[in-house]
């Protein structure tokens, strides 16, 4: 079986060693067509780079090569099940549309997934949820019986509920296999918290994700985290249920491998015709999707309108639809309804027309279907109940047709089978209501409780917020000056753990710094705030006046390093704490090394606003993913914090705090707007993060290259227009899905290495991190190195390439620690701000013993304040179910 890379032909963006002219011309020329084509032009655009098999008649369309046999001795090809060119053209561009660099085709989306299966080994086991397609099911059990591999099926909703088995163990989690959304309750399971999750605890276990229900338009699991994604050809890509196929996608070289081998070995690679046609379908895949989904989004409020429970994620009050929208380009064309009658529901799908009864979906024709009763019926009746799969659960598998035709079809179904009734029937369409359905009066809460009159008690009792740290790889102090800065999380965090008093103090616990101070409410400058709960705006200075009476009045100043922690913990209470004065201690720890460039007071100022905020009342807490409302909200609380505590930030540190992933950032500057972007597509990178324990004063630095600029315009102006050039071809390089992760890598190394110099020569370079880059460039490591953050002292960056072994990796730590430097492996991207709420005393939750077993218990202050770095993260994945933006 052939792999595609699924890349055009490689761009050569080196700099020639004698640059002329004509060679910046063709350079500029080059970076330009690097921009990636639109999802849409990319399906409908089918080409191969391999010169091979550039069709000598210049055909259209790609040529059947209808033939089992190939003569000749050496060729690429010899043998059909082994490679076929039809089958190449198909696979390099599955390969294309879904960012991946090997692809393979297949005879159905179960055969997909056997081959898969096939990677593992007897006495391995798998992670699988709780909703899953019948065949996933049925060939799991099959695996158990004849393989000897053990599935356990979690509910996949809460990354949490992985943790018993990826920390036991005896257990050898060697695959995790997602759906999202799942096949048919609609459920969302998190990607990227999930993939994050294994691959701390279980780093080679592969994640799997069957993405027939989105396919690459509307979701891209690789770029998620997942290693290994799978399609029924048969529905989405296809489009015409006139073929079987299934197609696999991956980025490791060794799973290519693999999955390639099998392939070979069984015969089941999709045959050349079956793979003409699913390259034709795949074609108008976006322009089908789109037409698809506008018209379930249009059914499905008209069911929820009429009182039907609906799972889809496109309506507003879905579970897990803010995660959802953070994965997937949209909702999808699939949705489930339930009726609360099983004879109801049979009586409904029997009675539609335009609707064909069908187990599978993907059409352009709309199907309509039972599961329990057909799709799911392999699935014991005792299983589904314990799955919370309801037995008369009606699945809508919409196709293209025009919409209004399709609800009246189905209104037509509901009135036959007495599901709704007319009441009324002036108007184009009937009025009609639930038959049978009990109207409730429900008295309604509001989500935040009145503050007023419950004078030192805080809303929320006890809650524990989190903020990544990060990293700015391109344009770090430039981007004061409106160049544009890349900038990344990375997967070390800062915890604020908040509880309440029951006497009227206020305590701030640092334990990272051997400080702490607790001041009596009543005793504060409440005078001198002027009380407003709307979200500071960018422009807004803080009161230097109130500032310096904290400082010098209400903050002990033996703990130097957090002296200004702690006034902007009480500036931001003062202002954050509305008429009630809540009397709570605020316990703040970090995984990430602090004062090191790496965000750490970013990612503080975000823990502690968001959880401010909270804990107030002044955001209701979220009820799934947190939503970009509120991380707005939060991040402009957040970059006031960020002002008391550097005078004058950039903001990119507090924005990828709260928002996560990864941003091209530009500033606001002499009256040209500013910009945020997030890098769609961007696959995370590993890093070795190198502290050199060199302080240095960020604001003397930043008004160092500030002066520069205004004395030595002529060298300082042609730095600054260099980063930006850096910057934007960075940018691009992320982005792309032309270029192979091999060309990116090597892009991204040319680039850090003329960033670096650019810094060097802004004068925020130091001696220790030259000593960094220089041994991380020696034999055998020859990796490439910068500054990041203020320079002059705190981090440098090295960029770690995909293959580059663990060994390898370990020597480059023990040398660089033998030289007093610390060092941590982490990768850019992943999840923002995120909160959870604790289980009260009288409640149990998993949480870590001491023996690193599990223990239903209440997450402990003490706990957390003496847990070492490792720990601090185990201590906080169990405290409970964590939401992200």
């Known amino acids: 079986m052939a792999s595609s890379t699924g890349q055009s032909t490689p761009l ?53 090569y209808q033939t089992a046999t190939f003569k000749g001795m050496g060729g690429q090809y010899d043998y059909t099940r082994s490679g ?58 099959y695996l158990k019986q004849h393989n000897g591999i053990t599935t356990h099926h979690v509910d996949t909703t809460v990354p949490a509920s992985l943790l018993p088995y990826l920390e036991d163990p005896e257990q050898n989690v060697a695959m995790v296999l997602l759906e999202t959304p799942t096949n048919p309750l609609l459920q969302i399971a998190d990607i990227e918290a999930i993939s994050r999750l294994v691959k701390r605890y279980k780093k080679d276990a592969i994640i799997v994700v069957d993405n027939t229900m989105m396919s690459p338009y509307l979701q891209r699991p690789l770029e998620l985290g997942a290693d ?3 399609d029924s050809g048969t529905k989405y890509l296809s489009g015409h249920h006139d073929l079987m196929a299934g197609v696999i996608s991956c980025d490791r070289d060794d799973i290519a491998k693999g999955i390639a081998f099998t392939i070979n070995s069984i015969g089941n690679a999709l045959s050349p015709f079956d793979s003409f046609l699913l390259l034709r379908g795949v074609k108008t895949l976006s322009l089908r999707i789109d037409k698809q989904q506008s018209n379930t989004i249009q059914i499905a409020n008209y069911l929820a309108a009429l009182g039907f429970k609906v799972n889809y994620p496109g309506l507003p009050g879905h579970p897990g639809k803010e995660i959802h929208d953070r994965l997937a380009k949209g909702p999808g064309a699939v949705l489930s309804f339930e009726t609360g009658d099983v004879g109801m529901s049979e009586r409904i799908v029997g009675s539609t027309r335009l609707w064909g009864i069908s187990v599978s979906f993907g059409c352009i024709n709309s199907l309509i279907s039972m599961p329990c009763l057909m799709s799911h019926a392999s699935i014991d009746p005792a299983v589904r109940a314990a799955r919370n799969l309801p037995e008369d659960l009606i699945r809508l598998c919409v196709g293209i047709e025009d ?27 009937a009025k009609l209501e639930r038959v049978g359905r009990r109207e409730k009066v429900v008295e309604l809460s509001s989500e935040r409780k009145s503050v007023e009159g419950q004078q030192g008690r805080a809303v929320v009792e006890k809650l524990i917020t989190s903020a990544p740290g990060k990293v700015i790889l391109f344009g770090e102090h430039a981007v004061v ?37 607790t001041w009596d409410i009543a005793s504060l400058p409440w005078d001198r705030i002027r009380a407003s709960l709307k979200a500071p705006r960018a422009d807004q200075a803080p009161d230097q006046e109130l500032l310096t ?91 006031l914090a960020e ?123 130091h001696a220790a991190l030259e000593a960094v880059r220089a041994k991380t460039r020696e034999e055998p490591w020859k990796l490439k190195t ?22 390898s990796l370990g020597s480059l730590q023990s040398a660089l620690a033998a030289s007093g430097f610390e060092t941590y492996v982490t990768t850019v991207g992943g999840s923002g701000l995120g909160v959870v709420v604790p289980p009260s005393s009288s409640s149990s939750s998993s949480a870590l013993s001491e023996g690193g077993a599990e223990a239903s218990r209440v997450p402990d202050v003490k706990r957390f304040e003496e847990a070492g770095s490792e720990e601090l993260v185990r201590w906080a994945e169990a405290a409970g179910r964590w939401t992200y933006v």
């Open 84 to 141: 076929n060119p039809t089958r190449s053209h198909l696979e390099h561009h599955i390969a294309k549309i879904s960012s991946a660099r090997h692809a393979f085709a297949v005879t159905s989306g179960m055969g997909a997934l056997d081959v898969i299966f096939r990677l593992l080994k007897p006495g391995d086991s798998i992670i699988a949820g709780n909703d899953l397609y019948g065949g996933s099911n049925r060939l799991i059990g």
């Open 549 to 639: 009476l904290l400082s010098n009045g209400f903050v002990k100043p033996d703990v130097i390093q957090a002296v200004q922690a702690a006034q902007a913990f009480l500036y931001m209470y003062m202002h954050l704490c509305g008429s009630t004065r809540p009397a709570q201690t605020y316990t703040i720890r970090s995984s990430l090394p602090i004062s090191a460039g790496l965000g750490s007071s970013a990612a503080y100022s975000v823990a502690l606003s968001s959880s401010l905020l909270y804990t107030h009342g002044i955001l209701p807490l979220p009820s799934a993913q947190i939503s970009r409302e509120h991380a707005d909200v939060v991040n402009a609380w957040a970059f």
């Open 643 to 765: 002002k008391v505590l550097h005078g004058t930030p950039s903001g990119v540190d507090n924005t990828v705090a709260a928002l996560g992933g990864a941003i091209a950032f530009r500033k606001a500057v002499k009256g040209k707007e500013g910009s945020l972007e997030g890098i769609h597509g961007f696959k995370s990178l590993k890093f070795l993060l190198t502290d050199t324990k060199v302080p240095r004063d960020t604001k003397t630095l930043v008004a160092g290259v500030a002066r520069r600029k205004l004395e030595e315009p002529d060298t300082i102006n042609p730095l600054l227009a260099s980063i930006q050039s850096i910057s934007s071809t960075a940018q691009s390089t992320l982005a792309s899905s032309t270029l192979s992760r091999v060309e990116q890598l090597e892009t991204l190394e040319r680039l850090i290495d003329q960033n670096h110099q650019h810094l060097v020569s802004l004068g925020v370079g």
């Open 228 to 230: 290994v994604v799978y």
């Open 403 to 429: 919409p209004e035709d399709l609800i009246d079809d189905l209104e037509a179904a509901l009135l036959e089978a007495g599901a709704v009734r007319v009441i009324d029937e002036a108007g184009s369409r």
């Open 481 to 517: 000056h409106g160049v544009t800065a890349i900038a990344g999380s990375i997967d070390l965090r800062c915890y604020c753990f908040a509880t309440s008093r029951s006497d009227a103090s206020l305590s701030l616990v640092l334990p990272d710094l051997a400080y702490s101070q």
């Open 786 to 807: 910068k500054l990041t953050g203020a320079g002059g002292g705190g981090c440098a960056v090295t960029l770690v390439p995909d293959d580059f072994p663990a060994a």
């Open 12 to 64: 050569d963006t080196s700099t020639p060693s004698s640059a002329s002219p004509s060679h910046n011309h063709s350079l500029t020329s080059s970076l330009l067509r690097a921009k990636p084509y639109k999802f849409a032009t990319q399906c409908a655009t089918v080409d191969n780079p391999d010169p091979s098999h550039k069709d000598q008649h210049g055909a259209s369309s790609v040529p059947i």
